[in-house]
């Protein structure tokens, strides 16, 4: 997977663009070696599978790449109340 993958985001950079890419599941094992291939922007978050904890990720990976998700919609939908909304995901955006 990684020589072929940093090859795609070396193209990506080379004309000026970042990479986005997209995982399923309780990736962080893999994460450190899809980084290292040069992503930008990290999605989704499921921060409800084993070991995808939102702020330990931000802590370990935030400095390398944008995580994108991480926010519980269906919860917040279920609420239907903004501030639950805002209160569940200030911290991960502050983080």
């Known amino acids: 997977m990684q020589p072929r ?5 070396d193209f990506i950079h080379s004309h000026g663009l970042r990479v986005f890419y997209h995982t399923d599941g ?5 994460l450190g070696e899809i980084i290292d291939c040069g992503i930008d922007v990290l999605n989704p ?3 409800t599978c084993p070991g995808m904890d939102i702020e330990e990720l931000k802590r370990e990976f935030g400095h390398r790449v944008i ?3 991480g926010i519980d919609i269906n919860l917040c939908c279920l609420a239907a109340r ?10 991960i955006c502050r983080s």
């Open 45 to 47: 978050i499921q921060h």
């Open 67 to 69: 995580f994108h998700g």
């Open 82 to 91: 903004a501030r639950m909304c805002t209160r569940k995901s200030s911290p």
């Open 5 to 9: 993958l940093k090859r795609w985001c």
């Open 26 to 30: 309780a990736a962080r094992r893999l």
